[in-house]
């Protein structure tokens, strides 16, 4: 293929994975919602997503100490943490070392808070008091070990100008069978 038509391709193909679950997961809620509304009669579509949420400042954090914060609702327990310059996935800031995840483990819903560690270039959430599942948060909250077998929802974050947003979440929260709060727990 000619250089340029690579280069065309390229432009075109511009999500990357998260991008892509994103979207992805957003559009599926669209659908659903638009066909629901088909069913029930009713002549206008509705587009579900994610709530937009102000979470802290860039400037004003402080490598390794966790932020705690709701979203996407009220009783989703989650943390924003800049990781001493580590790059993640995922991260926001000139060093991409700023992430946020649910405080819930997925196995059975042990609480995380207390568990995070930095130890050299490895930045990990766990170990989960009740099975021990480890979660590695530079790489979307990947299972290290124990009993787990889903990764730890990462919290989609945006920066605008100095300002942190948190604007979605990849992968299901524990207890949930929805993560948009105007579905809430099963
Ligand atoms: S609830 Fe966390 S490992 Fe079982």
Redesign the pocket.
């Known amino acids: 293929m000619a250089d340029s038509a690579q280069k065309e391709d390229q432009g075109r193909c511009t999500l990357n994975r998260r991008e892509f679950l994103l979207y992805g997961g957003t559009a599926a809620v669209a659908v659903s919602t638009i066909s629901l509304s088909l069913f029930s009669g009713s002549a206008r579509a509705r587009v579900v997503g994610y709530p937009r949420q102000w979470i802290a400042r860039l400037s004003q954090l402080t490598d390794h100490q966790l932020l705690n914060f709701r979203y996407p609702n009220e009783q989703a327990q989650s943390f924003l943490v800049k990781m001493g310059g580590v790059q993640a996935g995922g991260g926001l800031g000139l060093e991409h070392d700023v992430v946020a995840f649910s405080y819930i ?1 997925t ?4 609480s995380l808070k207390g568990g995070y560690k930095a130890v050299g270039e490895h930045r990990v959430m766990g170990q ?1 008091p ?4 480890t979660y590695d948060l530079t790489r979307h909250g990947i299972i290290v070990s ?3 077998y889903q990764s730890l929802p990462q919290v989609v974050l945006e920066l605008e100008g100095d300002d942190i947003y948190a604007s979605g979440v990849m992968g299901l929260l524990h207890g949930y069978h929805d993560n948009l709060p105007s579905r809430g727990k099963p």
């Open positions: 483990c196995h059975q819903g042990g989960c009740l099975h021990l599942s124990g009993q787990a």
